[in-house]
Protein backbone atom coordinates (compact mmCIF):
# COMPACT_ATOMS: atom_id res chain seq x y z
CA UNK A 1 0.00 0.00 0.00
CA UNK A 2 2.81 2.53 0.73
CA UNK A 3 4.31 1.69 -2.83
CA UNK A 4 1.07 1.61 -4.73
CA UNK A 5 -0.89 4.10 -2.33
CA UNK A 6 -4.03 4.95 -5.36
CA UNK A 7 -4.06 0.68 -5.78
CA UNK A 8 -4.09 0.54 -2.02
CA UNK A 9 -6.77 2.48 -1.50
CA UNK A 10 -9.08 1.10 -3.73
CA UNK A 11 -12.51 -0.22 -2.91
CA UNK A 12 -14.30 -3.12 -4.49
CA UNK A 13 -17.24 -0.53 -4.26
CA UNK A 14 -15.57 1.94 -6.18
CA UNK A 15 -14.78 -0.57 -9.43
CA UNK A 16 -18.18 -2.04 -8.88
CA UNK A 17 -20.81 1.48 -9.13
CA UNK A 18 -17.84 3.34 -11.29
CA UNK A 19 -14.49 2.37 -11.58
CA UNK A 20 -13.61 5.07 -14.32
CA UNK A 21 -12.30 7.89 -11.62
CA UNK A 22 -9.80 5.40 -10.27
CA UNK A 23 -8.70 3.78 -13.34
CA UNK A 24 -7.68 7.43 -14.82
CA UNK A 25 -5.62 7.88 -11.90
CA UNK A 26 -4.21 4.60 -11.84
CA UNK A 27 -3.50 4.56 -15.85
CA UNK A 28 -1.27 7.98 -15.23
CA UNK A 29 0.51 7.46 -12.21
CA UNK A 30 0.67 3.48 -11.23
CA UNK A 31 -0.10 1.71 -14.70
CA UNK A 32 0.67 -1.88 -13.02
CA UNK A 33 -0.55 -1.43 -9.33
CA UNK A 34 -1.17 -3.74 -6.41
CA UNK A 35 -4.64 -3.91 -5.19
CA UNK A 36 -5.55 -5.57 -1.96
CA UNK A 37 -9.16 -4.83 -2.66
CA UNK A 38 -8.90 -7.91 -5.93
CA UNK A 39 -5.63 -9.24 -4.46
CA UNK A 40 -4.22 -9.04 -7.86
CA UNK A 41 -2.07 -7.25 -9.75
CA UNK A 42 -4.05 -4.49 -11.95
CA UNK A 43 -3.15 -3.29 -15.29
CA UNK A 44 -4.71 -0.39 -16.87
CA UNK A 45 -2.70 1.19 -19.36
CA UNK A 46 -2.96 0.12 -22.98
CA UNK A 47 -0.01 -0.73 -24.14
CA UNK A 48 0.61 -2.89 -21.25
CA UNK A 49 -2.84 -5.27 -21.48
CA UNK A 50 -1.58 -5.47 -25.08
CA UNK A 51 1.77 -6.95 -24.20
CA UNK A 52 0.35 -9.08 -21.67
CA UNK A 53 -2.76 -10.58 -23.39
CA UNK A 54 0.18 -11.19 -26.30
CA UNK A 55 2.18 -12.72 -24.23
CA UNK A 56 0.71 -16.21 -22.84
CA UNK A 57 3.81 -17.66 -22.15
CA UNK A 58 4.47 -14.96 -19.22
CA UNK A 59 0.54 -14.54 -18.38
CA UNK A 60 -1.60 -17.72 -18.83
CA UNK A 61 -5.24 -18.42 -18.42
CA UNK A 62 -3.98 -22.49 -17.46
CA UNK A 63 -4.11 -22.18 -13.82
CA UNK A 64 -6.55 -24.06 -11.47
CA UNK A 65 -7.64 -20.90 -10.18
CA UNK A 66 -8.74 -19.86 -12.88
CA UNK A 67 -12.91 -19.87 -11.69
CA UNK A 68 -14.96 -20.76 -14.91
CA UNK A 69 -12.52 -23.76 -15.50
CA UNK A 70 -13.68 -25.13 -12.08
CA UNK A 71 -17.39 -25.01 -13.06
CA UNK A 72 -17.00 -26.40 -16.89
CA UNK A 73 -13.96 -27.66 -17.11
CA UNK A 74 -10.90 -27.03 -19.44
CA UNK A 75 -12.15 -25.37 -22.51
CA UNK A 76 -10.46 -22.19 -24.99
CA UNK A 77 -11.11 -20.04 -22.37
CA UNK A 78 -8.46 -21.79 -19.52
CA UNK A 79 -5.52 -23.17 -21.64
CA UNK A 80 -3.24 -21.80 -23.62
CA UNK A 81 -0.87 -23.12 -26.05
CA UNK A 82 -1.20 -26.59 -28.23
CA UNK A 83 -4.20 -27.61 -25.51
CA UNK A 84 -5.65 -23.91 -26.37
CA UNK A 85 -5.73 -24.34 -30.13
CA UNK A 86 -7.04 -28.19 -30.09
CA UNK A 87 -10.22 -26.65 -28.01
CA UNK A 88 -10.37 -23.42 -29.81
CA UNK A 89 -9.37 -24.42 -33.27
CA UNK A 90 -12.67 -26.60 -33.95
CA UNK A 91 -14.88 -23.80 -33.54
CA UNK A 92 -12.92 -20.99 -35.09
CA UNK A 93 -14.30 -21.63 -39.24
CA UNK A 94 -18.08 -21.22 -38.05
CA UNK A 95 -16.89 -18.12 -36.01
CA UNK A 96 -14.98 -16.22 -39.31
CA UNK A 97 -17.02 -12.85 -40.20
CA UNK A 98 -18.64 -14.51 -43.86
CA UNK A 99 -19.68 -17.47 -41.90
CA UNK A 100 -21.28 -15.66 -38.93
CA UNK A 101 -23.43 -13.41 -41.82
CA UNK A 102 -24.51 -16.71 -43.69
CA UNK A 103 -25.74 -18.55 -40.71
CA UNK A 104 -26.87 -15.71 -38.23
CA UNK A 105 -27.82 -12.73 -40.16
CA UNK A 106 -31.62 -13.70 -40.76
CA UNK A 107 -32.09 -15.37 -37.35
CA UNK A 108 -30.57 -11.83 -35.65
CA UNK A 109 -33.06 -10.07 -37.67
CA UNK A 110 -36.23 -11.79 -37.59
CA UNK A 111 -35.95 -12.45 -33.71
CA UNK A 112 -34.73 -8.61 -33.27
CA UNK A 113 -38.16 -7.65 -35.15
CA UNK A 114 -40.22 -10.41 -33.07
CA UNK A 115 -39.23 -8.78 -29.77
CA UNK A 116 -39.76 -5.30 -30.97
CA UNK A 117 -43.53 -6.79 -32.62
CA UNK A 118 -43.89 -7.39 -28.80
CA UNK A 119 -43.42 -3.72 -27.12
CA UNK A 120 -44.26 -1.93 -30.22
CA UNK A 121 -47.48 -0.55 -29.25
CA UNK A 122 -46.93 0.42 -25.67
CA UNK A 123 -44.61 3.51 -25.84
CA UNK A 124 -42.55 2.42 -23.28
CA UNK A 125 -40.87 -0.75 -21.76
CA UNK A 126 -37.74 -1.97 -19.93
CA UNK A 127 -35.22 -2.93 -23.23
CA UNK A 128 -32.34 -4.91 -21.20
CA UNK A 129 -35.32 -8.04 -20.47
CA UNK A 130 -37.30 -7.29 -23.56
CA UNK A 131 -34.70 -7.02 -25.93
CA UNK A 132 -31.10 -7.28 -24.98
CA UNK A 133 -31.29 -10.45 -23.02
CA UNK A 134 -33.84 -12.37 -25.24
CA UNK A 135 -31.87 -11.72 -27.87
CA UNK A 136 -28.84 -13.02 -27.07
CA UNK A 137 -30.34 -16.25 -25.75
CA UNK A 138 -32.36 -16.96 -28.89
CA UNK A 139 -29.37 -16.80 -30.42
CA UNK A 140 -27.20 -19.31 -28.37
CA UNK A 141 -30.21 -21.73 -28.42
CA UNK A 142 -30.23 -21.59 -32.27
CA UNK A 143 -25.69 -21.29 -32.24
CA UNK A 144 -25.86 -25.11 -30.19
CA UNK A 145 -28.57 -26.79 -31.92
CA UNK A 146 -30.74 -26.38 -28.29
CA UNK A 147 -33.77 -25.25 -30.22
CA UNK A 148 -36.05 -27.73 -28.90
CA UNK A 149 -34.99 -26.47 -25.22
CA UNK A 150 -36.94 -23.60 -23.72
CA UNK A 151 -35.60 -20.43 -23.13
CA UNK A 152 -36.29 -20.40 -19.57
CA UNK A 153 -34.40 -23.20 -19.24
CA UNK A 154 -31.63 -22.30 -20.93
CA UNK A 155 -31.28 -19.21 -19.23
CA UNK A 156 -31.30 -21.06 -15.88
CA UNK A 157 -28.63 -22.87 -16.89
CA UNK A 158 -26.45 -19.62 -17.37
CA UNK A 159 -27.52 -17.86 -14.49
CA UNK A 160 -26.47 -20.90 -12.42
CA UNK A 161 -22.99 -21.38 -14.02
CA UNK A 162 -22.56 -17.53 -13.61
CA UNK A 163 -23.27 -17.65 -9.82
CA UNK A 164 -20.90 -20.70 -9.25
CA UNK A 165 -18.09 -19.17 -11.55
CA UNK A 166 -18.76 -15.90 -8.68
CA UNK A 167 -18.54 -18.04 -5.67
CA UNK A 168 -15.44 -19.31 -6.94
CA UNK A 169 -14.48 -15.79 -7.33
CA UNK A 170 -14.92 -15.15 -3.87
CA UNK A 171 -13.36 -17.93 -2.38
CA UNK A 172 -16.24 -20.32 -1.89
CA UNK A 173 -16.42 -23.92 -3.59
CA UNK A 174 -18.31 -24.85 -6.68
CA UNK A 175 -22.18 -25.18 -5.48
CA UNK A 176 -23.79 -27.86 -6.77
CA UNK A 177 -26.22 -25.69 -8.37
CA UNK A 178 -23.30 -25.20 -11.08
CA UNK A 179 -22.19 -28.58 -11.38
CA UNK A 180 -25.99 -29.87 -12.09
CA UNK A 181 -26.53 -26.96 -14.95
CA UNK A 182 -23.72 -27.70 -16.44
CA UNK A 183 -24.52 -31.65 -16.47
CA UNK A 184 -27.91 -30.74 -17.90
CA UNK A 185 -26.54 -28.57 -20.79
CA UNK A 186 -24.01 -31.47 -21.73
CA UNK A 187 -26.52 -33.37 -21.84
CA UNK A 188 -28.66 -31.20 -24.00
CA UNK A 189 -26.08 -30.39 -26.35
CA UNK A 190 -25.12 -33.85 -27.18
CA UNK A 191 -27.30 -35.04 -29.55
CA UNK A 192 -26.72 -31.66 -31.18
CA UNK A 193 -22.90 -32.93 -31.88
CA UNK A 194 -24.71 -35.94 -34.19
CA UNK A 195 -26.28 -33.19 -36.26
CA UNK A 196 -25.81 -31.72 -39.88
CA UNK A 197 -22.50 -28.83 -39.43
CA UNK A 198 -24.99 -26.66 -40.82
CA UNK A 199 -27.09 -26.81 -37.96
CA UNK A 200 -25.56 -25.52 -35.15
CA UNK A 201 -22.12 -24.51 -34.21
CA UNK A 202 -21.25 -27.44 -32.03
CA UNK A 203 -22.16 -29.68 -34.63
CA UNK A 204 -19.69 -28.03 -36.93
CA UNK A 205 -17.28 -27.98 -33.94
CA UNK A 206 -18.13 -31.63 -33.45
CA UNK A 207 -17.47 -32.73 -37.24
CA UNK A 208 -14.04 -30.95 -37.09
CA UNK A 209 -13.05 -31.65 -33.31
CA UNK A 210 -9.89 -33.67 -34.12
CA UNK A 211 -8.62 -35.23 -31.27
CA UNK A 212 -11.61 -33.46 -28.74
CA UNK A 213 -13.99 -35.78 -26.59
CA UNK A 214 -17.83 -34.86 -26.71
CA UNK A 215 -17.61 -33.91 -23.24
CA UNK A 216 -14.59 -31.35 -24.36
CA UNK A 217 -16.62 -30.03 -27.27
CA UNK A 218 -19.83 -29.58 -24.84
CA UNK A 219 -17.28 -27.54 -22.41
CA UNK A 220 -16.41 -25.30 -25.02
CA UNK A 221 -20.27 -24.89 -25.79
CA UNK A 222 -20.92 -23.92 -22.25
CA UNK A 223 -18.02 -21.22 -22.83
CA UNK A 224 -19.90 -20.29 -25.74
CA UNK A 225 -23.15 -19.80 -23.82
CA UNK A 226 -21.49 -17.96 -21.20
CA UNK A 227 -20.04 -15.58 -23.13
CA UNK A 228 -22.71 -15.41 -26.14
CA UNK A 229 -24.75 -14.46 -23.18
CA UNK A 230 -23.81 -12.49 -20.69
CA UNK A 231 -21.19 -10.42 -22.70
CA UNK A 232 -23.51 -9.56 -25.70
CA UNK A 233 -26.78 -8.50 -23.42
CA UNK A 234 -24.31 -6.25 -21.85
CA UNK A 235 -22.90 -4.88 -25.17
CA UNK A 236 -26.31 -4.69 -26.54
CA UNK A 237 -27.63 -2.28 -22.98
CA UNK A 238 -24.62 -0.27 -22.86
CA UNK A 239 -24.89 0.99 -26.06
CA UNK A 240 -28.81 1.86 -26.25
CA UNK A 241 -27.80 4.05 -23.22
CA UNK A 242 -24.93 5.92 -24.65
CA UNK A 243 -26.24 6.23 -27.85
CA UNK A 244 -30.13 7.32 -26.56
CA UNK A 245 -28.50 8.64 -23.29
CA UNK A 246 -27.30 11.74 -25.81
CA UNK A 247 -29.64 13.21 -27.70
CA UNK A 248 -27.34 14.66 -30.15
CA UNK A 249 -25.42 11.33 -30.89
CA UNK A 250 -28.74 9.65 -31.28
CA UNK A 251 -29.46 11.95 -33.75
CA UNK A 252 -26.34 11.60 -35.80
CA UNK A 253 -26.89 7.67 -35.84
CA UNK A 254 -30.47 8.63 -36.76
CA UNK A 255 -29.25 10.91 -39.71
CA UNK A 256 -27.03 8.77 -41.01
CA UNK A 257 -27.53 4.52 -40.30
CA UNK A 258 -23.92 4.55 -41.66
CA UNK A 259 -22.79 5.61 -38.26
CA UNK A 260 -24.17 1.88 -36.77
CA UNK A 261 -20.74 0.01 -36.78
CA UNK A 262 -18.78 2.92 -35.71
CA UNK A 263 -20.94 3.79 -32.83
CA UNK A 264 -21.18 -0.06 -31.47
CA UNK A 265 -17.12 0.29 -31.16
CA UNK A 266 -17.25 3.61 -29.42
CA UNK A 267 -19.74 1.91 -27.22
CA UNK A 268 -17.38 -1.19 -27.08
CA UNK A 269 -14.36 1.50 -26.20
CA UNK A 270 -16.44 3.71 -23.62
CA UNK A 271 -17.96 1.03 -21.26
CA UNK A 272 -16.82 -2.76 -22.25
CA UNK A 273 -19.14 -5.80 -20.92
CA UNK A 274 -16.41 -7.29 -19.57
CA UNK A 275 -14.42 -4.47 -18.10
CA UNK A 276 -11.52 -7.09 -16.75
CA UNK A 277 -10.24 -10.68 -17.62
CA UNK A 278 -7.49 -12.91 -15.25
CA UNK A 279 -4.09 -13.95 -15.50
CA UNK A 280 -1.13 -15.49 -13.95
CA UNK A 281 2.25 -14.97 -13.76
CA UNK A 282 4.51 -18.01 -14.74
CA UNK A 283 7.72 -16.29 -13.80
CA UNK A 284 9.17 -13.22 -12.00
CA UNK A 285 8.52 -10.27 -14.53
CA UNK A 286 8.92 -6.53 -14.49
CA UNK A 287 5.52 -5.01 -16.00
CA UNK A 288 5.16 -1.18 -16.34
CA UNK A 289 8.04 -1.22 -13.59
CA UNK A 290 6.34 -3.23 -10.98
CA UNK A 291 7.93 -6.41 -10.14
CA UNK A 292 5.52 -9.29 -10.54
CA UNK A 293 6.06 -12.59 -9.22
CA UNK A 294 5.55 -16.08 -10.52
CA UNK A 295 2.05 -17.06 -9.35
CA UNK A 296 0.79 -14.00 -8.65
CA UNK A 297 -2.64 -13.21 -9.95
CA UNK A 298 -3.02 -10.35 -12.78
CA UNK A 299 -5.97 -9.01 -14.15
CA UNK A 300 -5.86 -6.67 -17.28
CA UNK A 301 -8.36 -3.65 -17.27
CA UNK A 302 -10.12 -3.51 -20.49
CA UNK A 303 -12.19 -0.68 -19.24
CA UNK A 304 -8.79 1.40 -18.16
CA UNK A 305 -7.41 0.59 -21.39
CA UNK A 306 -10.02 1.47 -23.28
CA UNK A 307 -9.74 5.21 -21.88
CA UNK A 308 -6.54 5.77 -22.03
CA UNK A 309 -5.68 9.19 -22.73
CA UNK A 310 -2.61 8.81 -24.60
CA UNK A 311 -4.52 6.58 -27.28
CA UNK A 312 -8.00 8.47 -27.68
CA UNK A 313 -8.52 11.81 -26.95
CA UNK A 314 -10.90 13.21 -24.45
CA UNK A 315 -11.78 9.23 -23.60
CA UNK A 316 -14.33 9.63 -20.99
CA UNK A 317 -16.52 11.40 -23.84
CA UNK A 318 -19.21 9.18 -26.38
CA UNK A 319 -18.51 10.14 -29.81
CA UNK A 320 -19.79 7.80 -32.01
CA UNK A 321 -17.63 9.63 -34.64
CA UNK A 322 -14.72 8.54 -32.70
CA UNK A 323 -12.30 7.77 -36.01
CA UNK A 324 -10.43 5.37 -33.94
CA UNK A 325 -12.90 4.15 -32.02
CA UNK A 326 -11.83 0.51 -33.12
CA UNK A 327 -8.36 0.44 -31.57
CA UNK A 328 -10.31 -0.99 -28.15
CA UNK A 329 -9.09 -3.98 -26.72
CA UNK A 330 -12.50 -5.23 -25.17
CA UNK A 331 -12.49 -8.39 -27.56
CA UNK A 332 -9.09 -8.99 -26.21
CA UNK A 333 -5.75 -9.50 -28.64
CA UNK A 334 -3.48 -12.32 -29.09
CA UNK A 335 -4.83 -16.06 -28.80
CA UNK A 336 -7.75 -15.35 -26.60
CA UNK A 337 -9.04 -12.70 -29.03
CA UNK A 338 -12.78 -13.14 -28.61
CA UNK A 339 -14.12 -15.94 -30.90
CA UNK A 340 -18.34 -14.42 -30.77
CA UNK A 341 -16.83 -11.00 -31.58
CA UNK A 342 -18.50 -11.05 -35.20
CA UNK A 343 -21.72 -12.66 -33.84
CA UNK A 344 -22.17 -9.78 -31.40
CA UNK A 345 -20.80 -7.00 -33.38
CA UNK A 346 -24.03 -8.09 -35.60
CA UNK A 347 -26.50 -8.11 -32.65
CA UNK A 348 -25.55 -5.09 -31.42
CA UNK A 349 -25.82 -3.26 -34.85
CA UNK A 350 -28.81 -5.13 -35.63
CA UNK A 351 -30.38 -4.19 -32.50
CA UNK A 352 -29.73 -0.36 -32.07
CA UNK A 353 -30.66 -0.20 -36.22
CA UNK A 354 -33.92 -1.78 -35.79
CA UNK A 355 -34.87 0.10 -32.48
CA UNK A 356 -34.18 3.24 -33.69
CA UNK A 357 -36.17 2.84 -37.20
CA UNK A 358 -39.06 1.39 -35.87
CA UNK A 359 -39.83 3.09 -32.44
CA UNK A 360 -40.03 6.67 -33.25
CA UNK A 361 -38.54 9.70 -30.63
CA UNK A 362 -36.81 6.73 -28.27
CA UNK A 363 -34.99 8.04 -25.97
CA UNK A 364 -34.15 7.09 -22.27
CA UNK A 365 -37.21 7.44 -19.09
CA UNK A 366 -35.44 10.35 -17.51
CA UNK A 367 -37.93 9.39 -14.72
CA UNK A 368 -36.01 6.40 -14.37
CA UNK A 369 -32.53 6.37 -14.96
CA UNK A 370 -29.90 3.39 -14.85
CA UNK A 371 -26.40 3.04 -15.42
CA UNK A 372 -23.49 0.26 -15.73
CA UNK A 373 -22.28 -0.89 -12.80
CA UNK A 374 -20.52 -4.75 -12.17
CA UNK A 375 -17.08 -5.33 -11.33
CA UNK A 376 -16.42 -8.01 -14.10
CA UNK A 377 -19.00 -7.80 -15.65
CA UNK A 378 -20.58 -4.39 -16.51
CA UNK A 379 -24.17 -3.35 -17.53
CA UNK A 380 -27.26 -1.52 -16.45
CA UNK A 381 -29.36 -2.82 -13.99
CA UNK A 382 -32.52 -1.64 -15.92
CA UNK A 383 -32.88 0.39 -19.36
CA UNK A 384 -36.36 1.68 -19.47
CA UNK A 385 -37.23 4.12 -22.55
CA UNK A 386 -40.06 5.62 -23.92
CA UNK A 387 -41.17 6.72 -27.55
CA UNK A 388 -43.93 8.81 -29.16
Known amino acids: ?11 LEELEADPHPILARLCEQEPVSWLPALGAWLVTRRDLVLQAMRDPGTFTVDDPRF ?53 AGDGHAELRRSVAGPLSVRVMIVGLGLAE ?31 EAFAELVASVDPALDGDPDTSLVAAAAGDAGGLSRAQVASNAAVLLFGGIETTEGMIANLLIHVLGDEGQRDLVLADPGLLPNAVEESLRFEPAAAVIDRYATEDVELGGASIRQ ?31 HHHVTFAHGPHVCLGMHLARLEAQTALGRLLERLPGLRLDTARPSAPRGLVFRKPPTLNVLWD
Do not use: C
Not at 149 to 175: C, E, M, N, S
Not at 297 to 324: C, E, K, Y
Open 1 to 11: MVAFPIGGAAT
Open 67 to 119: STAQVVGPSMLSLDGDAHSAHRDPFARAFRLDAVRERFTEVVQAETDRLIDAI
Open 149 to 179: TPPQTVLGWYKAIVAAVTDITAGAPVPPAGR
Open 295 to 325: GDPVTLSIAGANRDPDVFVDPNRFDAQRPNA
